[in-house]
């Protein structure tokens, strides 16, 4: 599956480092999202971007940043995180304006993250 | 606001069985799309099947079919002839197919074990 793709797989960052994850989309979609997967919880949806502009912010806290240069790519930027943002970041892509059926999702392999 | 609960928080299978994972959920739409999502140790969310609400015909996929009972708000999902690569946690999920929506809820999954 390489319809979605996500760099790094794996980051070990300490709480007062700043680094970013990137998601690219190959497959002609207009909307991409970020999610978080703690353990023993459901997957918390974080951002939504539709056609570059972003439509969703669930209540995320600010030291986590998204960017959206076009509809292929997005960014999460990550400054002074603390232990409990460790987790596995899911980027995923669809296209919801192209009639019915395109509601569905698709999904990277996800970014391992371990705060320090 | 929609939820989407998986009673069983582990099943496991002998190879070549027939294994039903159950998903129930709570919506006031009547349009909507059901989904479930695989995923493997390697941690990639793959799509396995995907349900319109709409349709009567229950959606099969090869050795994945569907029980959609819209009525009962019920959704489960059977696998056939089990094989060691089907061990993953199974997502269930649901998304409005309305104008403008992007909100994929995700039940806590299932974890399915395949037994030799």
Redesign the interface.
């Known amino acids: 599956?390489t319809g979605v793709t996500q760099t790094p797989r794996h980051l070990v960052m300490g709480m007062t480092n700043k680094k970013s994850l990137k998601c690219e989309q190959h497959l002609g979609h207009n909307?991409m999202?970020w999610y978080k997967q703690s353990a023993?919880?459901?997957?918390e949806?974080m951002f939504?971007y539709?056609f570059k502009e972003q439509?969703?912010n669930n209540s995320v806290p600010s030291r986590f940043s998204p960017e959206c240069p076009n509809s292929s790519h997005l960014f999460l930027h990550l400054h002074t995180l603390q232990p409990e943002d460790s987790a596995?970041y899911?980027c995923?892509s669809?296209s919801?304006a192209s009639g019915?059926?395109s509601?569905?999702?698709?999904?990277?392999?996800?970014t391992?993250l371990t705060v320090l | 606001a929609q939820t989407v609960t998986q009673s069983q928080p582990e099943m496991s299978v002998q190879e070549a069985e027939t294994v039903t994972l159950s998903c129930t959920y709570d919506t006031s739409e009547s349009d909507y799309?059901l989904?479930w999502?695989k995923q493997p140790p390697?941690?990639?969310?793959?799509?396995v099947i995907?349900q319109?609400a709409y349709k009567q015909q229950n959606a099969t996929e090869n050795r994945f079919s569907v029980n959609f009972q819209k009525a009962a708000k019920s959704f489960s999902l059977k696998i056939s002839d089990s094989q060691l690569g089907d061990a993953a946690m199974y997502?269930c999920a649901y998304?409005y197919?309305g104008?403008?929506?992007?909100?994929?809820t995700?039940?806590?999954?299932t974890k399915l074990s395949v037994i030799p």
């Open positions: 599956e909307a999202y023993k919880k459901p997957l949806l939504v539709n439509t969703e596995l899911l995923a669809s919801p019915r059926g509601n569905t999702q698709y999904f990277g392999p996800g391992r | 799309y989904f999502y390697s941690r990639q969310m793959i799509l995907r319109e997502f998304t197919s104008a403008g929506s992007y909100q994929l995700f039940g806590k999954g």
